[in-house]
């Protein structure tokens, strides 16, 4: 968390990036971006590219901006509102990562599959059951196969002389891709 804003952990992005397969051209929509930091990490891979952080809470969009200036960059941009309706002007994406919903995940993918790229792939990362079942459904009712991988992770934090492993919420991360032939 970043005051009130959920933040993805870093172990999270790393598998969250790696399952994306971004190039240096690519165009992401990070939808839900929180604190931006996938979308900061994403613009940091696709230099030539173009990321754009869609967000609805003013907290998230303030926090963003301050990550966009810390890290200098100039392809990245933060689409204020609320998916799918904030998506509508966005040109085509390559990449998509969906990290909240907020309800809309059936218009979201909807949107996000009419949209995306011939070979372009979606990330969703969700935390409670019902999403990661419900983002199942759909994702495999447009794209036919998805990955699907739950991810535990547990820092070790120092307690006196001693070190502890302090667990973090498991994190379910699906991804699919978009058949280059449709
Ligand atoms: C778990 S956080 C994302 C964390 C983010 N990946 C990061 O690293 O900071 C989910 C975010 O999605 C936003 N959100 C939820 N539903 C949304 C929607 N329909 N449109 C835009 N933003 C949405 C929330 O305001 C929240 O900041």
């Known amino acids: 968390m970043r005051g009130n804003v959920p933040m993805t952990k870093e172990e999270v992005r790393v598998i969250t990036l790696a399952k994306a397969r971004l190039a ?3 165009v992401v929509w990070d939808i839900g971006a929180g604190t ?3 979308s900061v990490e994403a613009a940091l891979q696709a230099t030539g590219g173009f990321v754009y952080a869609v967000e609805r809470s003013p907290a998230g969009i303030h926090l963003i901006q301050s990550n966009m200036k810390a890290f200098g960059l100039d392809n990245l941009k933060i689409i204020e509102g609320v998916a799918p309706e904030a998506l509508d002007e966005l040109p085509d994406p ?4 969906v990290g ?3 309800g809309h995940l059936t218009g ?3 949107s996000v599959y009419q949209r995306l790229l011939p070979g372009g792939r979606i990330i969703v990362n969700t935390i409670t059951l019902e999403t990661a079942a419900h ?3 759909l994702l495999q009712q447009f794209y036919g196969d998805v990955d699907a991988v739950q991810i535990s992770v547990a820092r070790v934090v120092k307690a006196g002389a001693s070190h502890l492993l302090k667990g973090m919420n498991p994190v379910t991360v699906l991804s699919a891709e978009k058949r280059a032939n449709y």
């Open 36 to 38: 931006g930091s996938l």
């Open 135 to 137: 983002a199942l459904e």
């Open 24 to 26: 240096p051209n690519h």
């Open 94 to 97: 390559d990449r998509v990562f």
């Open 100 to 102: 909240g919903s907020g």
């Open 108 to 110: 979201i993918l909807e």
